[in-house]
């Protein structure tokens, strides 16, 4: 069943080709300060940077750089990118790239005109935002986050060697974002199939858990039908526009708070990816890659109804003659095959892990309780163990 | 593929058992002076009423009453709810009840500042408001429309013998939506039974359009599914609350403009229904279910690949062994067998149609040029005719 829940997304999406003239309606609506933040300069190459300084100029904006954001963010980049945000008098945080410049556009919102520090408010006691915030817009060059969409803030804190996301309430989405998916294609193969990944790994991630009978369910396979499918096709020709225009929409719903609506989540492939990424500094989507089948193989008992309902209804397995636990793996198995195909890291040798940093990883993985399985750290180092 | 679009839907949704608390945090954003609008009275022998008023007086609120909206709200209804409205000085218009009443309300809304005659502005010449609105709140009674989080708003003309429905932009999207399930549990089984197969109407009418392969088609099948199962359910026991609240969460889904986008969509069974409507005064969702499957039935060599797809990712039909056109076929036949298990209306004369009347149903009917087949007038006749 649906539990209660309340529902609010009111970021307004431009979708297509050419979505980018969709600056156009929405600048007018801010003042002329803005800041536009950017990463290490992959939309200086692409020509992206150059079409949206265009735009801001023809709007008669002011635009004032914050470049450099890194893959993940940390506090002295947030803190640094408040110095600049207080001398641009910014009205609008213009940000142009993937899920880590959304998400430190968000933080930044929130974190200018906040008089403490905002780590300490926003990371350690989970306080919700009451300084004036400065509305956030997106151009999205990757995909696969959802940050274009919800209130996720993920910052790194290096001194305190934690990590820590913040899920922002619906005043700190973003007011607009413009999804071009020919604004993907030159990103590389590896980035790509690694961003795939993270989609299906939301969708998954919200899926298994709970075993009542909800509509946001039906929804996620939806969502992964049409991303196993797309997934192939962009695996083959990474220019397909309809893949990908299928890949970016799907990314976008798989983390907007809707497939979570009125049900319970798990988390844990995340905690785990998130471990294996703090020893390695792998890339995300393929830390989740690489520990996925292992942990799902792990608690399928546990979700067996679960597991044997995604073999028949996402990945198509005839339940005929076969036991529910042999369809449930048929399904696994099924999943594995069309991850091999995409070109996913499947084990963490491949990552640059090596055996001796399992202890370690064990220490780092936050024990969720949402899944079919609470944990125990002897099952985490053997799901670990068993991702080599 | 997607093709392009923008999308925004910021109506906020309370969802669930004393969902009506949401009120609460929605008054008062508000002026003091609410506008109640309502149908019949059904909402005061159910208690829905007087829960509604004691929170509008908890928040310190002037109520002024608009009552008796009938099922299809007419211009002269309209016009005696401006006058009350400006009387009220009306800073909220609240509406409790079902899709009627919402889309009444939202109709109000640009209406009551409105200084030239809304039906000729609106839906005649269809143009975009350009006066103040007054916000919209509804709390939901009844479901199958998705007025709650749209910008539909469908009024009568009699005088004219028209009724046109506006598709409002987001401004006049209701502010609010308060979803409580067990609200929907007093309504009659025959009324229950036809929202539910309008709720899939409109899933079908979005479905049953274009070739191309994109995200919006598999999240429709997601809701079907979940429609076709939360039904079967309901109609053994309309109080079992998961199924209701399914069903309640897929009509909002099926028609707030997401499973819509990027693609083209059909309606024609809804105009053939509307026919129908006009000459028989039926429920609509009935007049849908009796001129479904000879519609579907007639366009199925058109769109015999989509059908097939129906067949097998929506009612799970083995394509084995079967012809492409088999399989297609197999799957209407497991939607007809599921509409005769509820209790659906299956043919006109039930409805209390007779054959003189088909000449009339058949100029009533508007074509719709997105399906797969540009019916002829010949067709329409050809299709009420099998509808009997």
Redesign the interface.
């Known amino acids: ?19 980018l003239d ?1 600056l156009k309606n929405e600048l007018p609506k801010y003042g002329k300060n803005v800041l536009l933040v950017y990463g290490g300069g992959s939309i200086k190459k692409n020509g992206i940077y150059d079409k949206v300084v265009q735009i801001l100029k023809e709007c008669k904006k002011e635009i004032f750089e914050d470049a450099g954001v890194m893959p993940n963010p940390t506090t002295e980049k947030l803190a640094e990118g408040c110095e600049r945000a207080k001398r641009a008098k910014a009205d609008l945080i213009l940000a142009v790239g993937g899920g880590s410049v959304c998400d430190y556009a968000k933080a930044l919102s929130v974190s200018v005109n906040c008089e403490e520090d905002p780590w300490e408010k926003y990371y350690i006691r989970f306080e919700e935002p009451t300084c004036k915030l400065i509305p956030v817009g997106c151009v999205l060059t990757m995909v696969g986050t959802g940050s274009e969409m919800n209130g996720g803030a993920v910052i790194t804190n290096h001194a305190q060697k934690l990590k820590i996301g913040h899920v922002f309430g ?1 005043e700190v989405f973003p007011k607009f974002s413009v999804l071009d ?1 020919e604004f993907t294609f030159t990103l590389p193969r590896y980035q790509m199939v690694a961003g795939i990944f993270d989609i299906m790994s939301h969708l998954l991630e919200q899926y298994f858990s709970g075993t ?5 369910d ?6 992964l ?2 991303l196993i ?2 997934a192939q096709i962009a695996a083959e020709n990474p220019t397909d ?2 893949a990908r ?2 890949i970016m ?2 990314a976008t ?1 798989a983390l907007n708070t809707l497939v979570a ?2 049900k319970t989540t798990d988390w844990e492939v995340h905690m785990i990816g998130q471990a294996v990424g703090a020893h390695t500094d792998a890339t995300h989507g393929m830390t989740l890659a690489a520990v996925s089948l292992p942990y799902y193989r792990h608690i399928l008992p546990y979700g067996l109804a679960k597991f044997k309902r995604y073999a028949v ?1 996402v990945w198509s397995v ?1 339940p005929k003659g076969k036991t529910d636990t042999e369809v449930a793996e048929a399904g696994l198995a099924a999943m594995e095959d069309w991850m091999k195909k995409l070109g996913l890291v499947m084990n963490l040798t491949e990552l640059g892990a090596t055996r001796d940093m399992i202890d370690g990883m064990v220490k780092s993985t936050l024990i969720m309780t949402g899944g079919y399985k609470v944990l125990t750290e002897e099952e985490v180092r053997q799901i670990l163990t068993e991702s080599f």
């Open positions: 069943m649906l539990g209660n829940f309340t529902y609010c997304n009111p970021t307004k999406l431009y979708f297509g080709q050419g979505a969709g619906e998916p009542d009978d909800n509509t946001s039906y929804i996620a396979e939806g969502l039908r049409s499918r797309s526009y309809e225009s299928n929409w799907t719903w609506m009125g209804n005839d």
